[in-house]
C-alpha cells in the first residue's frame, strides 16, 4: 500500500484550489497550501473545516518572487511533498510581464525543483487546452484557426500561450528524463488541460482526453477531476496530458475511461522534440 501523499498546493488561494484543497483532504492526504497573503489563510481552513489536525497547512510564499530553481527548491525543502500541484496562474491581471512571471518562471521554477527532489513522486500542473503547437487530428479545421489567431502574436492569449506551452513542455521532457535515469525513481506527471473556466456549478460531468478545441468547464469539475487524476495515478497510473471540457459523462466514468485506455491529448505533437529540449 502507497503511503499516503503530502501534497504542495501552489494557487491555494486561487477558485480551483479553493475547490480542490476539501476534495483532497476528503480522501485522507496532507496538503500544504501556499498563499501570497497572510490573510487568506483563513479562507484555506474556511474551505476544508473538516480537516484533521496537521491535515491541512498554510505556507504564505509569493510566487511573483520565485523565478529560479533554488528558490522552488528552498520552498520544497521546507515543505517536503511527495506530490506537488500547480494551480496558480497571474489570471490575466498584471499584463504580459506578470503571466510570464507567473505562468512560466514560476511554474518552471517549481518543475524543475520537483524534477530535481526524488522525494516528489507526482506533479499535477493545471494548464489549457490552447498549449499545443500542432493541430490535434480530433480538431475541426475551424476550432484550430481561432486557437492559432489567438495564440499568435498579438493575439488575446499570445503571453499565456508561450508561458503555459513552455511550462508543459518543461514538465514533460523533465519526466521523460527522469523516467530513463536508472538510478532514480520515476515521477508521475499529469498536465490537466481544461477549456475556458466557467464561473457556474458543477455539475460533475465532463468531457476527458481528446475534446473538442472550444468549449468550457466549471472550475468545480476541473477540480473534482483532478482529485480523481491524482487518485489514478495513486493507484498506479503513470499520467499525461488530459484535456477537459464539460460534457455529458460522470467525472469519475470519464477518468476510468481516459485511464484504462491511455488516451493522451499530447497526441500530434512532436513528442521528439519535446524531449529534446533539456
Same mark, same amino acid.
Given at each position: ?10 494557487g ?18 496532507t ?15 474556511a ?5 484533521a489536525?496537521?491535515a ?20 520544497? !525543502?521546507?515543505? $517536503? =511533498? ?8 497571474a &489570471?490575466?491581471?498584471?499584463?504580459? %510581464?506578470r #503571466? ?13 525543483a520537483a524534477?530535481?527532489?526524488d ?17 490535434p487530428?480530433?480538431w475541426s ?10 495564440n ?10 508561450q ?14 528524463k527522469?523516467?530513463? !535515469?536508472d538510478? $532514480? =525513481? ?8 481544461? &477549456?475556458?473556466?466557467?464561473?457556474r %456549478?458543477? #455539475?460533475g460531468?465532463?468531457?476527458l482526453?481528446?475534446?473538442?478545441g472550444?468549449g ?17 495515478v ?19 466514468a470519464?477518468?476510468e475511461?481516459?485511464?484504462?485506455s ?9 513528442i ?7
Amino acid at each position: 500500500m502507497s503511503t499516503s501523499p503530502h501534497i504542495l498546493l501552489l494557487g491555494g488561494h486561487g477558485k480551483i484550489a479553493l475547490y480542490l484543497t476539501p476534495r483532497l483532504i476528503s480522501r485522507g492526504w496532507t496538503v500544504t497550501s501556499v498563499v501570497r497573503n497572510p490573510d487568506h489563510e483563513a479562507d484555506i481552513h474556511a474551505a476544508a473545516p473538516n480537516a484533521a489536525k496537521g491535515a491541512l497547512n498554510v505556507l504564505v510564499s509569493d510566487l511573483a518572487e520565485i523565478s529560479t530553481q533554488e528558490a522552488a527548491q528552498a520552498v520544497i !525543502d521546507t515543505v $517536503r =511533498p511527495t506530490w506537488v500541484v500547480w494551480s496558480a496562474g497571474a &489570471g490575466g491581471k498584471g499584463g504580459d %510581464e506578470r #503571466t510570464h512571471q507567473i505562468d512560466y518562471l514560476a511554474a518552471a521554477a517549481f518543475i524543475r525543483a520537483a524534477a530535481a527532489t526524488d522525494g516528489v513522486t507526482t506533479f499535477l500542473m493545471v494548464s489549457a487546452n490552447n498549449s499545443r503547437r500542432s493541430k490535434p487530428s480530433w480538431w475541426s479545421d475551424e476550432e484550430w484557426a481561432g486557437t492559432v489567431q489567438m495564440n499568435s502574436e498579438g493575439g488575446i492569449l499570445a503571453a499565456y500561450f508561450q508561458a503555459k506551452i513552455n511550462a508543459d513542455e518543461l514538465l514533460t521532457a523533465l519526466t521523460h528524463k527522469r523516467e530513463n !535515469d536508472d538510478a $532514480r =525513481p520515476a515521477i508521475k506527471t499529469v498536465i490537466l488541460r481544461p &477549456g475556458w473556466l466557467a464561473e457556474r %456549478e458543477g #455539475t460533475g460531468k465532463v468531457h476527458l482526453g481528446k475534446t473538442k478545441g472550444v468549449g468550457d468547464v466549471p472550475r468545480e469539475d476541473v477540480a473534482e477531476t483532478a482529485a480523481r487524476l491524482l487518485e489514478a495515478v495513486q493507484n498506479g497510473w503513470k499520467g499525461g496530458w488530459v484535456d477537459l471540457l464539460a460534457g455529458d459523462n460522470e467525472i469519475g466514468a470519464e477518468v476510468e475511461r481516459v485511464v484504462s485506455s491511455g488516451e493522451t491529448s499530447i497526441d500530434g505533437e512532436n513528442i521528439a522534440e519535446i524531449h529534446s529540449k533539456v
